[in-house]
């Protein structure tokens, strides 16, 4: 069974620093909150799940604390929001997710990119949910009992209900993530036809099966690295073949057709927004590059229309994966109908 995920004894932990080898870099850097308080809605989803308190950290920054029946703990939501926004006003505004990579947590995008000020203007929200630190955005399959964690349940159900009927998300919606969030961004999309516009992968793990044995031994070793059960996940990947092909977005190609994608990847050579003496990746990135090689030829062949940017030398690290946002902002708003 996994231990706890994002539990209340890690809420206020900042994420330890990971080396340039896992999926996320660098160390958190906190924001010093402005406000702390009830929520001022009443809103909550038909899981029981409701908001217990907001952190406002700028004019334009909420932080949400959820208590999730899907997850058996709280979790972290932070929000980008319009300046004219007001929670419970009878408008919406369409939504944009963004989805954090393993070992990192939902202040990530905020913390290592300019997303704040970028978005400034967008009449949207843009959401970025914690996604535990290894949750891949999927309800653990825990040797076929299931229960907790169950992210999907949390970001789609709970969380999507949470925000409809209390802070103002309509529902058009777009979905972005990188690394393991590329893999959740894309999974969701797949899995849930209609759900999103547009759907945009950074770096992703988007083949969890790749070649065998070396998708499942890269997903499973960063797993057994944080001490989960290596099966609890999806099981094992080849007794359990069937629920790893469910989350895979290699396997969901043909779900994935209809709407707009993104696929970006480097191929771990670094490259020119790499830092000087920035070593070579020699491990993930170049495998990202290959499983997104991968689902090119794959969306392809079903009939998906998937703009790519394989820009060649690019480590696994933040300055490409906000150039990777930047580039695929359009593609991801314009089905929003921003100011429409």
């Given at each position: ?12 932990r900042?994420?330890s620093r990971?080396?340039?080898r896992k999926?996320?870099?660098g160390?958190?850097?906190g924001?010093?909150?402005l406000?702390?308080a009830?929520?001022r809605?009443?809103?909550a ?6 908001v217990?308190?907001?952190?406002r950290?700028?004019p334009?920054m ?6 999730s029946p ?5 979790a972290m939501v ?5 300046a004219?926004w007001?929670?419970g006003?009878t408008?919406?505004?369409?939504v944009l997710?963004?989805?954090h990579?393993a070992?990192d947590?939902?202040?990530s995008?905020?913390r290592?990119t ?5 978005t400034r203007g967008?009449?949207m929200l843009?959401?970025?949910?914690t996604g ?6 999927s309800d653990w399959?825990?040797?076929?009992a ?8 949390f970001?789609l159900?709970e969380l999507?209900?949470i ?9 058009v919606?777009?979905?972005?993530g990188?690394s393991m969030?590329?893999l959740g961004?894309l999974?969701y999309?797949?899995r849930?036809p209609?759900?999103f516009?547009?759907?945009a992968s950074?770096s992703?793990?988007?083949?969890t099966?790749?070649q065998?044995?070396?998708g499942?031994?890269?997903?499973q070793?960063v797993l057994?690295?944080d001490g989960?059960?290596?099966t609890?996940l999806w099981?094992?990947?080849n007794l ?9 977005p290699?396997?969901l190609a043909?779900e994935?057709?209809?709407i ?9 050579t670094?490259g020119v927004?790499d830092?000087?003496?920035t070593p070579?990746?020699?491990f993930?990135e170049?495998l ?7 689902l090119?030829?794959r ?6 229309t998937a703009?790519?940017?394989f820009?060649g030398?690019?480590?696994h690290n933040?300055?490409?994966w ?19």
């Open positions: 069974m996994p231990r706890p995920v994002e539990d209340r004894q890690t809420q206020n900042p994420p990971v080396s340039r999926f996320v870099l160390a958190a850097a924001l010093s909150a406000a702390v009830a929520p809605t009443a809103s989803a038909d899981t029981g799940a409701r217990l308190a907001e952190r950290l700028s334009t909420l932080d949400l604390t959820v208590e899907a997850l058996a703990a709280t932070r929000l980008l929001h319009p004219d007001t929670p006003a408008r919406t505004w369409p997710y963004l989805l990579g070992g947590d939902y202040t995008w905020t290592s300019d997303v704040a000020t970028f967008a009449d843009v959401v970025m949910p535990g630190r290894d949750g891949f955005y399959f825990n040797r076929g299931g229960g907790p964690p169950r992210w999907e349940t970001h159900t999507r209900q925000l409809e009927r209390g802070y103002g998300a309509g529902p919606r777009s979905i972005a990188l969030g590329g961004a999974a999309a797949g849930h209609g759900m516009a547009a759907a950074y992703g793990v988007v083949h099966t790749y065998g044995a070396r499942p031994s890269l997903i070793g057994v690295k989960y059960d290596p609890a099981g094992d990947p359990n073949a069937g629920v790893w092909a469910a989350h895979n290699y396997d043909r994935l057709t209809g707009p994608l993104y696929l970006a990847c480097g191929n771990g670094p927004l830092p000087p003496g070579p990746d020699l993930i170049p990202c590059a290959e499983m997104n090689t991968a090119a030829r969306l392809r062949e079903a009939g998906a703009t790519t940017d820009y030398p690019g480590t933040w300055p490409w906000q150039r990777s946002l930047h580039l695929s902002f359009p593609l991801l708003t314009e089905p929003l109908r921003l100011g429409g």
